[in-house]
């Protein structure tokens, strides 16, 4: 995704109210396409097949950005303002992008 041009972009918070009002709506918008947000860093975590940290959207739920490998995002921490490419997977708990950029 890192090269690839982005279908929309949107604010962290703007896409999980989106998803919040209208679940199906907002899929029909943004499935499988590639999104960039940019935020604040609320959490890192490390998976089994690679690492994923949480973007703060002033509410509980965030949105959960999974990368391919663990030295994606290597370098950064929680506070840190980023830009992040990847594609709308949908709703669990959070709206998840997989195969994200920095």
């Known amino acids: 995704t890192k090269d690839a041009k982005s279908d929309i972009v949107i604010s962290p918070a703007e896409l999980l109210k989106n998803y919040e009002t209208d679940e199906a709506a907002a899929d029909k918008a943004y499935l499988d396409k590639i999104l960039e947000v ?6 890192i975590n490390e998976v089994p097949t690679g690492s994923s940290l949480s973007l703060d959207t002033g509410s509980e739920a ?41």
């Open 62 to 102: 965030s949105i959960t950005c999974e990368f391919e490998s663990h030295d994606a995002i290597s370098g950064i921490k929680v506070g840190d303002k980023v830009t992040i490419k990847g594609f709308c997977s949908g709703k669990l708990i959070d709206v998840v992008l997989v195969r994200c950029s920095l």
């Open 38 to 43: 940019s935020g604040v860093i609320k959490t």
